[in-house]
């Protein structure tokens, strides 16, 4: 498998779900921008143009013309007479409405009678809440029926735009993200900043976890003792931290009638690349004052994951088996056996039924 290798145990098929992309208002994505049609990304390796109408539809679209494959995220958005918004192409100018039907190719004659509208791009089904974009992605998108469920709500939405959004591509699988993501035993050894937590720090914890939609949860306590950063919320906090496919993680904190929610979006770009996307929001006056210091926080974290990703891409070029140990890496466990079930039981046409157990689990870190 040379540099595409993953580790041998790892349930590697995508998962058919929605995908977020976590692009505001003041963000380059999907905010109408002088007849910009959006913007192309990557999404399981497929392109994709995201973007929104001037009457304020979001759409997501294959980014590829299927008349000579020219991207249409280099094209432009119009509105002709009679067909309302449209997506023309930079090549030869066709054009398409934001569900993928052709509305008009401009080369052809009067008397041409070639039926436009019979040409189609292969559209995604697309959803806009709490101020991201949610893109739906089957397991096969020739033949992808409209989704099942709705994007996940997430608690602590507060205190009105986000306070703070930082995102990173890792050179990483999802799988890999999102293990390293729930990863609870490796905060003092790669985040080691006065103001966290450090290899002398450690100590022994015990955490409860529940089953909950499509995921599972450690549910609310008080954070732990060595966690230095929540002292600057003040009060007593209690925190409780879940897990969702595709890849959603959040921390809803609470000091008293005060919120805080870190949501983390990982979105799979190609089989090795994922962009981590943090998220903040908060009606606490703490992140008035200090949000500068957070911002070099949360960018510090995020650096300091790419880099060990980097390192273990060494140790991955091999293909090696992966040993995982209980409790430690009991959640990168539970999160293969909710993608093996997720699969199990769209392919046997049953509702999902969740693998997880409520547990308590106990680590060092």
């Known amino acids: ?76 958005l119009v509105e002709k007479p009679g067909e309302g918004e449209t997506i023309e192409c930079c090549y030869h100018g066709w054009r398409f409405r934001p569900d993928g039907v052709c509305a008009a190719i401009p080369s052809l004659v009067e ?17 806009e ?23 996940p709500l997430f608690p602590g939405v507060v205190g009105g735009e986000a306070k703070m959004v930082e995102s990173m591509d890792f050179d990483a699988h999802v799988d890999h993200a999102v293990v390293g993501l729930m990863d609870p035993a490796h905060g003092p050894y790669v985040h080691q900043q006065w103001w966290w937590r450090s290899a002398r720090s450690m100590h022994e914890k015990a955490k409860a976890f529940e089953p909950r939609e499509h995921g599972f949860a450690m549910v609310r306590h008080a954070p732990s003792s060595n966690s230095r950063a929540y002292r600057l919320l003040g009060g007593a906090p209690a925190t409780e931290i879940t897990f969702r496919l595709p890849g959603y993680r959040w921390e809803h904190i609470q000091v008293g009638p005060r919120q805080v929610l870190a949501l983390t979006c990982l979105t799979p770009r190609t089989d090795t690349r994922t962009t981590i996307t943090q998220i903040f929001w908060s009606d606490h006056w703490v992140f008035s004052i200090a949000r500068p210091f957070l911002r070099m926080g949360v960018v510090a974290f995020l650096k300091q994951d790419g880099g060990m990703v980097n390192l273990q891409n060494e140790g991955l070029r091999y293909d090696p088996a992966l040993i995982w140990i209980d409790d430690a890496d009991k959640q990168a466990k ?32």
Not at 335 to 348: H, I, P, V
């Open 129 to 151: 809440s709490q101020g991201m974009v949610f893109v739906w992605m089957a397991s096969d998108p020739r033949t992808a029926p409209d989704p099942d469920h709705e994007p």
């Open 111 to 127: 008397d041409q009678a070639y039926e436009a509208d019979r040409i189609r791009v292969r559209s995604y089904p697309v959803r």
């Open 1 to 76: 498998m040379g540099e595409s290798c993953l580790g041998r145990g790892l349930h590697h098929e995508n998962v058919q779900c929605h995908h977020a992309l976590p692009l505001r208002a003041n963000q380059q994505g999907v905010e109408v921008d002088l007849g910009n049609p959006g913007i192309g990304i990557k999404l399981l390796g497929e392109p994709v143009l995201v973007g929104r109408t001037r009457a304020g539809q979001v759409y997501a679209m294959r980014d590829i013309c299927p008349h000579r494959a020219a991207p249409l995220s280099a094209g432009r």
């Open 334 to 365: 539970w999160y293969q056996q909710l993608k093996r079930e997720w699969t199990r039981s769209r392919a046997e046409g049953r509702p999902f039924a969740n693998p997880v157990k409520a547990a308590v689990l106990r680590w060092k870190s």
